[in-house]
């Protein structure tokens, strides 16, 4: 590892596992845990510093100056690498979802602030970036320049992930994340035990393509996994008032922030699944906290 990104990591917080002891949960059996990775960096929050890390060790170790990579208006993925190239003294370059907007959403002048330089390119351009999947692919990439696809969704991303699993001590059955990309769930699915199943929550409407996607990112085929696709509520970024009311009486409860996008999103999804006894009595359930709480700036509701 470079020793920049370790003195980098040796000032993260610890991601701890917190019980969530809300006493409906005892009527069905259930304990249910969150591995807190939002409590890792103020800013290069959750997922987002596990998939970096070895893709950024990657890039310097290669001799890498510039990295690029592309993400929405409200990309948590941009966000955590705008401020890791600060901190590092890289360049990085954002390709962003979409045309200019007149005024930049909070997190692009953030981003703008740490440095990135932001390129806005058409929705019909950003789908075909979509296509270049690995650190070489993009075309026209100068030297020095280091690709990283969507979300930072690379085969390398996978090995960071599997340290979150690691870090877990204690025995449970399944493990519940929310999937853009489905990087962190492919990670995930790599790196726990055989007996453990992983259960990804899609934040996107017609999400049907996810599971190619995880299956593309997997370094052998497993079949201890699931994508549930029904709790999109509408799409990518669009909530409710159900959805708000269930993240307030959440916080309030456990005082755990969640944000609408992700992990809002999934923790509904796994409480409305343990009313309708999906889970069975007895199992020990941990959903990860993936972070990405700045997103939360700026999303309705
Ligand atoms: C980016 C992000 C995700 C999605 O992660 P993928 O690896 O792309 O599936 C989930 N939660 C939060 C908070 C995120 O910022």
Redesign the pocket.
């Known amino acids: 590892m470079h020793p920049e990104l370790i003195k980098l990591e040796q000032t993260f917080k610890p991601s701890i596992l917190t019980k969530i002891d809300d006493p409906w949960l005892a009527q069905y059996r259930i304990k249910l845990w969150m591995k807190r990775d939002?409590l890792l960096h103020p800013i290069i929050?959750?997922?987002?510093w596990r998939?970096l890390k070895y893709s950024l060790d990657h890039a310097l170790s290669s001799g890498a100056d510039t990295i690029i990579s592309m993400g929405g208006a409200y990309?948590?993925?941009l966000h955590?690498l705008a401020y890791v190239g600060k901190v590092l003294g890289l360049k990085t370059i954002g390709l962003v979802r979409g045309e200019q907007p007149v005024t930049l959403t909070p997190t692009l002048s953030d981003i703008q602030r740490w440095g990135m330089e932001l390129r806005f390119v058409s929705r019909g351009d950003y789908r075909l970036l979509r296509q270049h999947k690995n650190y070489q692919a993009l075309p026209g990439l100068q030297p020095g320049q280091y690709w990283l696809p969507?979300?930072?969704?690379q085969a390398l991303?996978l090995k960071g992930?599997a340290e979150l699993v690691n870090e877990i001590a204690i025995p449970y059955d399944t493990f519940c994340?929310?999937?853009?990309?489905?990087?962190?769930?492919?990670?995930m699915i790599d790196a726990v035990q055989q007996q453990v199943s992983v259960l990804?929550f899609a934040?996107l409407k017609n999400a049907g393509f996810?599971r190619g996607e995880v299956e593309g990112l997997l370094s052998q085929s497993r079949h201890n996994w699931q994508i549930n696709l029904d709790y999109h509520f509408g799409g990518f970024a669009k909530t409710n008032a159900d959805l708000s009311e269930f993240s307030n009486d959440f916080e309030s409860k456990t005082t755990i922030p969640l944000?609408p996008?992700?992990?809002g999103k999934?923790m509904y999804a796994v409480y409305d699944l343990i009313k309708k006894h999906y889970f069975k009595p007895g199992e020990r359930i941990i959903a990860?906290?993936?972070?990405?709480?700045q997103?939360k700036r700026g999303v309705s509701g």
């Open positions: 939002d929050s959750g997922n987002k998939k990309s948590n993925h955590a969507e979300g930072g969704a991303a992930v994340a929310p999937c853009g990309t489905g990087a962190t769930l492919a990670g990804g934040a996810l944000e996008v992700y992990t999934m990860l906290h993936t972070g990405g709480l997103g």
